[in-house]
């Protein structure tokens, strides 16, 4: 289960990584199905996060694409039990 009190934008380098992220998803442009909730499920700091990208569009391929890279840069940040979440098409 996702701890609604965890919010990302308590922790800068978390942050800043959904921001990156999402500057990546908005460069690449709105591409694929319209997906909601996609994100990676994580654990940081002995508590359960989602990351998901801070970005305009909906389109799932807009942020896949790089979602490797983005899994690699949580796992430098220390982050463990590491799984993606696909969403749901709207």
């Not at 591409?31 to 909906?58: D, E, M, N, Y």
């Amino acid at each position: 289960m996702i701890n609604m009190k965890f919010r990302i934008q308590d922790h800068p380098e978390l942050y800043a990584l959904a921001k990156e992220w999402g500057e990546k998803a908005n460069k690449y442009g709105d591409k694929g199905s319209c997906v909601r909730g996609a994100g990676f499920s994580f654990k940081w700091k002995g508590k359960t996060a989602f990351l998901s990208p801070i970005c305009h569009t909906q389109g799932s391929l807009s942020w896949e694409h790089c979602k490797e890279e983005i899994e690699s840069k949580l796992k430098e940040l220390g982050a463990t039990d590491i799984d993606y979440k696909w969403g749901m098409m709207d």
